[in-house]
Each structure stands twice: as C-alpha cells, then as structure tokens.
C-alpha cells in the first residue's frame, strides 16, 4: 500500500516537476547588467540571433521593468564598465537589489546569464554574481564560469533551474527554447 501512495505522489508531481523544467517565458524582455561588465553586448546578439525581443538597459533601475515580461540579467563586474558608467561596486550593487527585489514584487521572471566564463569571476565580480544568481529563477552559465559551483550551490539553495553552456554562443539554443512559446524565433526579424 505505502509503495502505491508513493507512486500516485509521484505521478501527481512528474507533471509539475515536467512543466517546470519545460518553463518557457514572454517576451519583451529587459536586458540589463549586473557588475556592468561588456558581456552585456554578447547577451544583446545573443538574443538578437535568437530573435528574443529585448531592450537593454545598462542601468535599469526598479521603475524600468514596468514593460517587460521577463528579465535577463548579464553576471559579471568590470572595473572599466563600473568607470565608464560613473558608479561604483556599492551603487551598482544597490541598484542590483532593488531592480531583483522590484521584479520578484512584481512577479516578474529573473533569468541570469553569466557567459563571460573565468574571466567575470573573482573579487569584484563574484559580488555581482551572487546577487544576479540569488535572484534567479534560472541561471544559465558558460562552462568555465563555474568552476567552484558558486552558481550551482545558488540554483540548488533558491531551487532555480541550472543550465550549463560549453561556449556563449550555446546561449542562442537555450534562449530559443526558454521563449519558444513566444512563436518561432526564426520569423522574428
């Protein structure tokens, strides 16, 4: 008897479980960064190719996500970003919160994408990359990213959805499936 009450759960579950794994999302998307690293323009193409309708915004701010169906956040800090635009790790971290605070109030999905492998890892990035990853309901990273699984252990503690990548480019394929409910992104010019 216990056997069967274990099997009727899990058959009342697989399909839960299923539909999560098989989230797709809407679109227009906000594309911002956290850590204002240039990755940010790979992410831009890489929506573009995968015909993700996006607008970027470096520094989207709370109010900016009125518009939008979905986030993505590009992971990864850059000194050189930070100067360029006139802000530092504390407020760019600020504005981080409160952009993932706004969205998660507002019921709006939180993709993070950290594609810039190893070289947006360390002291000043990793800041930033707990922040996006914390945020997630899913988190997409480039294999050399991840070396010491600070995005895994943040998707298995938040139970968001892990997608591992060999190169950047391998985010094309993910976004034209995690938006495949948009319509063919082939049509989309």
């Known amino acids: 008897m216990r056997h069967i009450a274990i099997l009727l759960i899990c058959l009342f579950l697989a399909p839960a479980l299923f539909a999560e794994e098989n989230k797709t999302y809407k679109q227009p998307v906000l594309l911002t960064s956290i850590g204002q690293a240039a990755d940010i323009l790979i992410m831009?193409?890489?929506c573009k190719r995968a015909g993700v309708?996006?607008?970027m915004l470096k520094l989207a701010i709370a109010d900016s996500i009125k518009d939008y169906k979905c986030i993505i956040l590009v992971a990864g800090g850059?000194?050189?970003g930070l100067g360029a635009a006139k802000i530092d790790v504390s407020d760019e971290e600020r504005?981080?919160?409160e952009l993932v605070l706004a969205a998660q109030e507002a019921g709006i999905p939180i993709l993070t994408f950290h594609i810039g492998g190893e070289a947006r890892r360390g002291v000043l990035s990793d800041g930033f990359n707990k922040l996006a990853a914390e945020g997630a309901e899913l988190?997409?990273?480039a294999s050399d990213g991840d070396k010491d699984k600070l995005f895994r252990k943040a998707a298995d503690r938040n139970h968001a959805r892990y997608i591992h990548i060999e190169k950047s480019f391998g985010g094309i394929e993910v976004l034209k499936q995690l938006f495949a409910a948009?319509?063919?992104p082939e049509d989309k010019d």
């Open 53 to 55: 309708e996006n607008t």
């Open 182 to 184: 948009e319509g063919d």
């Open 44 to 46: 831009k193409g890489l």
């Open 139 to 141: 988190i997409v990273v």
């Open 78 to 80: 850059s000194s050189k």
């Open 95 to 97: 504005r981080g919160k």
